[in-house]
């Protein structure tokens, strides 16, 4: 007969995605219910891991069935998990996971994916903000059809909402059309305030528009806070290829995490016809970042709609579409488990909360 010790000892191998800690001793298994050879449980999960709610409520039910051969039926029903972020570094931003978006050069698609991640996130159940911090080119209110100026309240910067996404963009503050001249010291400036002025809210994931290539930001936000790391975009043409070799390198230098690589316009598949055209070769990326030993995330190929949908600002249309919800959902999803990954292997230390 299966009972409630035994139960909980199967679970108790079960890590939390987010904290990487036994399920059990972290208080997220509830109401246990063994009737016969079925059983019945509640898992609760935090929204920082929601991309993943499916994978481990079947992973689970799997478990105990291999484990306990009395079992026949067994339920997995994911409940909330309340565990709120604490404020990162000296910034004070609360989030769980702050993801920089980079790539070798311009052009490659970078703001692209870092708009589909927010959106993919976001729409998978996680709290979301999105930081434009491409200086020179900043295209995120573009692409998700936002504008407006943000307002200061009670010495607060409130950001522009695009759905239920917080944005920050130097687009807001400047006119369009203008250049824009920054020097070292403004551009820290600058960051450092929409980090740390900025009314986040509580967030899961802090996505990050960075400029291309191997400048002064990353330098800025890796001294500013602990990133969690950064995904490198790139194309498959060899010349794109050196360009993120090098922006790698930078940010192994100043030990910001490579936490996977993103072929961008892998591929064009052709609306009329459906063949597949390698326009800019296609697998480079894949290459390189297995002789780096860097996780692959994914491909994208090039498809007119992304392009189309970004000029009109309904980027979010993405993930009404199946083929091009299916390539930023596989991404977050290998990006998302390898995070879980990690903190399973390492997991940090609890945090005790600061007392004033
Ligand atoms: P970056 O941030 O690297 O400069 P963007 O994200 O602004 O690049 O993208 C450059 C252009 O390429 C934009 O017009 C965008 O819509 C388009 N684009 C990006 N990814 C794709 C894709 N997979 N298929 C088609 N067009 C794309």
Known sequence: MTDLAAVNDVLSKFKDPESGRNIVVMNQVHDVQIEGDRVAVKLGLTSHSAPLWDDCCNNVRQLLLDNLPDLSDVSVERVEHLRPPQ??????????????????KGGVGKSTVAANLALGLKRAGCQVGLMDADVYGPSIPQLLGVEGRPEVVENRIQPIMAGDIPVMSIGFMVPKDEAVIWRGPMLHGAITQFLRDTNWGDLDYLIIDMPPGTGDIALTLSQSLPLTGTVVVCTPQQVALIDALKAIAMFRKVNIPVLGVVENMSGFICPDCDARHDIFGSGGARREAERLEIPMLGEIPIHVAIRERGDAGQTDVN????????????????LVNNLAAAVAEDPPRPQLPVLD
Request: hydrophobic share 45%; net charge negative; aromatic share 8%.
């Open 319 to 334: 993930f009404e579409d199946e083929l091009t919800a299916g390539y930023y959902n596989s991404i977050i999803n290998v």
């Open 87 to 104: 404020p990162l570094g000296q910034i004070g931003l609360t989030a769980k996971s702050v993801i920089a978006v980079a790539s070798g």
